[in-house]
Every structure is written in C-alpha cells, then in structure tokens.
C-alpha cells in the first residue's frame, strides 16, 4: 500500500489493511458533528422488568441509535425492549440536593415498618389470662 | 483490554486553586467509600487526570483491536475465528464504553479521537509490537488480557461512577477473552513439535512487553500519593505486575512453556517476583513514539478513520451541537 | 449430488464468505458503533455457514465443518461472485449487505415451510437475526441515500456494481425441479421475483437508478464451481493457519 504523503510503499501486518490501499501517514482532524450526538440506551431484560440505563451510543437519529444500541448492549444479555432517548433530553436532580431525599426517622408512620401491632396482641393476650386465672 | 502505567501528566503550574470547602467535602466523600458522579463538584486536577486515564484507557482498547484483528481472516478453524471476531468487536466495543464514560467528564469523542490521530494521546505500549504469527494471538489473548484484567479489576474500585460501571461490564467480557485465549495457548503448547516452537517464540517476543505492562517501578512522589488518596490510580505498578506473576507464571511454567529470563524466580521469604532488567529505556522509547509499530498503528487508525469520514458526514446534522452522556 | 446437499452447500459457502467479508472491517468500521454492529453481522454469517456444514454432516455424511470451510478447492465452493468481490469502500459493502440480505431474508422465509424439518427448524431459528440484518441495511442505506450527494453518488456507483452480480444470487441450480417437487425449496425464479419486488421499491424510494432485472448470466457461474480470481487467495488466506500444519489441531 502507498503512503499517502511521501509515496513510500508500506506493508502492513494485517492482510486486510494491505487491502485497503492507501495508507495515511497524514493526520485530518474528524470534526465535531462527525461523531454525531449521543442517545442513553435503556435496557428491558424481560417483559414485566423495568428498563434500566445501560449505558449511550453516538447516531444521528433515534432510529439508527436503537440500531446500533441492539448490538452495542444486548448482543449478550437477554432483551426485550430497547429504549433510546437524546441524552439533552435527559433532567437531572443535582447530586447537590441529594440531601432533599434524605427522610427524617419520625416519617416511618408512611412506612409498613413503622406499624409494629405483634406486642400489643400480645400483652392483652397475656393480660385476659390473668383475668380468667383469678 | 489495556495496560497500566498510564502516563498521569505532572500536576499543571497554573492549577486553579481548589475552594477548601468543597474540597474538603468531595475527599470525605471518597474516604467514605462513595462514588464521585459526573454531575459532582470535583477538584480540577481529579477531572483532568481522570481524562487522561480514562480517554488512554479507550484509545488502548481501539489500538488493541489491531494486533489480532491482523489474524482474523486466518484464524483457524470456525471456533477460532468466531471467537476472535468476537473478542476483537469487545475490544471495539470497550473502547465505545471508555469515550463515553470520559465525554461525561467534557471532552467530547471527536477531540479524544483526534488527540489519539495526532500522536498527542498515549495508549498502551503493549499495542506497538507487532503479532507475527497465530501463536501471538494466544499469546495476547491469554497473557496481556490477563494483566489487563489484574489492572482494570482495580480500577473498577476507583471512585469515578461513570468508569466503575463502564469496568464492571468490561471486566466481565474480560474473562471471556481470558479464557479463549488460553485455550488457545493450551491448544498449541500441548500441540504438535512445531506448534510449541512457534508458541515459545511468541512466549520469548512478548516477555519483555508483558513486564513493561503495568509501567515502571513505582516512585513515591506527592502526586501519584494525591491520585491514590483519590481512588483514581487504584494500585502501584510493582503491586499489580506482582499478582499477575503470581497468578500466571506457573500457569506457563506447568505446559513446559518458559520465559527467556533466568532471574524470574519468586523471592519466598518477600513473595516479591524478581526479574532480570525489563530495559525501562525501551519502555519510554516505545512509548515516545519510537516502538517496532507505532508509525503502523496510528496510520491504520487515521485510515481507518478516513475511510470512514464520508458515511459519518453524510448523516450528521452540522447545526446539531455537540452533546455529552449524563452517565 | 443429492439436491438438498447442493443447496444447503451453496447457502452455506455464500454465508462463510460473505461473513469473512464482512470481518474484514473488525476494528476498522466507519464508527465504533457501526463497526460493532459488522462484527456481529459477520458472526452471525459465518455461524450460520457451521450450522448448515453441521446439517451436511449429521443429516448427509458430510466431512466435518472445518474440511469444508478450510480444506475444498476452490472449484468445490458454490458461492455466488456477489460474495466472493473484495469489500472495496464500506459503500459498496454496505449495498451488497443490502442486496444479499434481503434474498437471505426472503430465501429463509421461504425455507420456514421446507419439508427438510431441520432445514425449517433453522431458518425460523434464525429469522430473528435476518431481520436484524435488513433492519440494518435498510436504515443505514436510506439515511446514506439522502445524506450528502458523495453518499448518494457513491452508493449509485456500488449498486451500479453489484447489482448485477447480484444475479448469481439467483443463478439456477441443477436441481430446481426436484427441490420444488419434494417441498424442500420452491426455487430461484421465484426467490429473485419477490426479492426483486422488495429491493426495487425500497431503492426507487430512495432515489436510485435500479438496473433492470435481467436473466442474462453476469455473475452467474459460481453454483457450478466457477469463481471469480478472488475466491482463490482469500481462501489461502483463511487456511493459511490451518494448511501450515495440516495434522495439527489449532
Ligand atoms: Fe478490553
Ligand atoms: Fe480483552
């Protein structure tokens, strides 16, 4: 194959690089939208699961990221369903305000937890036995 | 797959001062063992190193596709040829999870590609040596994944969100290249004559490139301690090339395969390798540019590039800003 | 030749070496994703020549996969010329994936009602991964058509070429009639009508200038050994490994 720029014949190891012809000594920067913009990949394993974040994928458009996501994050795992969506589209809750999610422990009356009932049966059972003992 | 001693860049003079608030903040949140996400305040210095670490890490993974992608077309046997296509797609496809995870710090994918295409950007010395015969496939597949795997494991603890998850899956097809790769090696060091020549050859080619994998010898210097208290380098270079002797070298040794370095000997009283001098010169030659392939490797990835440029500026949307993964 | 043989081996030398083909651009695709996206496309080609090898030996005393993909001559291969054409630029292997494809997908379909059960079993095993394969022709190919007028004109070019070696898809093989009799495949002719109905649309739509269809025999010739010279070296090439040592196992 040619160098590009001196002319020179190169050879390289891979025989299907030989195949390609030129060789390009000579560097020409991508430009930016060349690599498109990037879509998060959402991944269902089986039916009834949620979708979960797996990761994103560079495309044009949503169809062909979901074409290139089918290959890129499912070519092992099981799937399902795929969702793609821009990742500017995508709102995010600032880890600053991580703090707002914290719950004080007197909000266990919204939890099941929060509604222990067993010792209460059991001190009245217990107390009617007395009763009926005397 | 991917090789350690990455060359972190001395800590820039101009460094914009950290304000001690949060930085104090951000340190306790890694003492306490939590992930930093990209939506985090983080100390300039963590986000550039972090870059560099990460955007090496992928250009090792796309240049890694190269040395055995050569074999593909002659792999032998549709087992062997499955397995390597699938393997060498892996490696593209590590490489696409490592740009993501560093664009979500704010380099975008086209200026990592061009730092790569440019020679500005480092990879992986170990991509620079040529894979002459099949032998150097299992060579590769079995040995330098393996040191990747020791290398990329302990990243996978780093304290980078982002990186951790992109590993956690990375390490998993891992040990599936792991495994073909040593039972290809397995396949010709219990083959015929001539298939263990070609495999003790390969053996003899690649020593001195395996050992130089996990970088020079560690120097205690403020920086790096700076980048361990970070959780960005995650374990010196003496330690993981230790455990990779230590989990490997018999493994070799027990085909009756050997390594062309009669200092290679586990000390028993340190359980510290020795070996004989690795030549740390070559080592910063091959990484200066100066290695058997280097010239071959970033002309197939400008080619490569170039034979590629009309499909991806034909669909793309040259108004459309350039947008970054938020995970 | 028994005529299921002679199909099942054409169908499984055009799959091996288009699958080699197109893994020629592992770790050099246009964008890491679509490079992706070829690996696997390549995989599932060369996969699915092992399986019909594997029919060959278990259902017809065949030789083992392996003899057949790394050992025949070349003159023993079946493969059609579409398959065999080195990959050039990624346009013109992109419109041979195109092409060929949609015969797979449709020559599958119609292999679903094969009376050979193992032969029906696989092709609705595989139907999936087809459509994936169209599915992936189809969307690349339509954004390209539109893209940029180097796109357009350089994707006319490679259809110009392989359009009519895509006729050897088609070329008839010497057992048509019994294939249609028994049930096992209804034949060419009618394979190259529906596939003919599905391409012409599709590109038409897209802007393209699509060469009549034409029972003259240009690139016709490989279902009855005759190849183009690309056939030969890349055959070397891929038994160059295993031909170094022919006793040895790898
Ligand atoms: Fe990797
Ligand atoms: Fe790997």
């Not at chain 2, 030549?279 to 990484?287: C, H, N, S, T």
């Not at chain 3, 292997?93 to 009602?113: K, P, V």
Request: a negative charge.
């Amino acid at each position: 194959m040619i160098d590009d720029k001196s002319g020179i014949q190169w050879n390289s190891e891979d025989p299907r690089v030989q195949r390609l012809g030129t060789f390009f000594a000579d560097f020409h920067p991508l430009q930016q939208p060349e690599e498109w913009v990037t879509y998060e990949v959402f991944h269902q394993r089986r039916r009834g699961e949620q979708h979960v974040h797996v990761g994103s994928v560079h495309a044009p458009d949503p169809e062909l990221a979901l074409v290139f996501a089918k290959e890129q994050f499912a070519r092992r795992q099981h799937c399902s369903s795929l969702w793609v969506v821009p990742s500017s589209q995508i709102h995010i809750s600032g880890y600053e305000n991580e703090d707002m999610f914290s719950t004080t422990p007197d909000k266990t009356y919204r939890e099941a937890s929060g509604y222990r009932l067993r010792h209460k049966i059991s001190s009245y059972k217990q107390a009617q036995l007395h009763e009926s003992d005397r | 797959m991917y090789g350690g001693g990455y060359v972190f860049s001395d800590p820039e003079h101009q460094i914009p001062p950290d304000d001690p608030e949060k930085l104090a903040e951000f340190e306790a949140r890694i003492d306490r063992g939590e992930k930093i996400e990209p939506q985090d305040w983080m100390p300039y210095e963590y986000r550039r190193q972090l870059i560099r670490l990460i955007e090496q890490h992928a250009h090792s993974e796309i240049m890694g596709a190269l040395p055995e992608g050569a074999w593909i077309t002659r792999a032998p046997g549709f087992k062997r040829k499955l397995a390597l296509i699938a393997k060498v797609q892996d490696e593209v496809g590590h490489a696409q999870l490592l740009y993501s995870a560093a664009e979500t710090l704010g380099k975008s994918r086209a200026d990592m590609v061009n730092d790569l295409l440019s020679g500005k950007s480092k990879y992986s010395n170990v991509f620079n040596y040529p894979a002459k015969t099949w032998a150097d496939v299992a060579v590769i597949g079995f040995l330098i994944d393996a040191a990747a795997i020791v290398n990329q494991v302990a990243n996978s603890k780093g304290s980078y969100g982002p990186y951790c998850r992109a590993l956690e899956r990375i390490c998993y097809e891992e040990s599936f290249h792991l495994k073909q790769g040593y039972d290809a090696f397995v396949a010709l060091a219990t083959g015929t004559k001539s298939q263990r020549a070609m495999l003790q050859d390969a053996v003899n080619r690649w020593y001195r490139p395996i050992i130089h994998f996990f970088g020079p010898p560690d120097q205690e210097s403020k920086h790096s301690k700076q980048l361990m208290r970070w959780k960005v380098k995650m374990a010196s270079n003496d330690d993981m090339r230790n455990q990779f002797l230590d989990s490997y070298v018999p493994k070799v040794l027990e085909l009756d395969i050997t390594f062309p370095d009669p200092e290679l000997r586990k000390d028993p009283q340190t359980g510290r390798w020795q070996f004989g001098d690795p030549d740390w010169a070559e080592f910063y030659r091959v990484i200066n540019g100066d290695g058997p392939c280097n010239a071959e490797r970033l002309a197939v990835r400008r080619l490569a590039e170039a034979q590629g440029r009309w499909i991806r500026q034909a669909i793309m949307n040259p108004q459309q800003s350039v947008t970054i993964p938020f995970a | 030749m028994n005529p299921t043989v002679e199909l099942i081996t054409k169908m499984a030398d055009d799959a091996l070496i288009i699958g080699h083909r197109h893994s020629e651009w592992t770790g050099l695709g246009p964008i890491l994703e679509e490079d992706i996206a070829m690996a696997s496309m390549a995989q599932d080609k060369i996969g699915h020549a092992l399986a019909l090898y594997t029919l060959l030996q278990e259902h017809f005393a065949g030789p083992d996969p392996d003899t057949m993909a790394f050992s025949r001559k070349p003159a023993d291969f079946r493969c059609c010329h579409l398959v065999e054409h080195p990959n050039g630029d990624y346009d013109f292997t992109l419109m041979r994936h195109f092409l060929f494809d949609h015969a797979e997908w449709l020559r599958y379909q119609m292999l679903r009602q094969s009376s050979f059960a193992p032969m029906a079993h696989f092709a609705n095993r595989i139907s999936g991964e087809l459509k994936y394969h169209i599915l992936h022709a189809n969307t690349l190919l339509q954004r390209l058509a539109r893209g940029s007028e180097e796109s357009h004109a350089r994707l006319q070019a490679a259809l110009n070429d392989a359009f009519p070696l895509a006729m050897g898809i088609f070329e008839p093989g010497p057992y048509e009639q019994e294939l249609a009799g028994t049930g096992v495949f209804a034949g060419e002719e009618i394979l190259k009508n529906r596939w003919f109905l599905e391409v012409e649309h599709r590109l038409l739509s897209w802007g393209f200038q699509v060469p009549a269809l034409s029972d003259a025999p240009a690139g016709w010739g490989g279902r009855k050994g005759y190849h183009t010279e690309f056939l030969q070296p890349l055959l070397d090439e891929m038994a160059a490994v295993i031909r170094s040592q022919p006793e040895a196992s790898w």
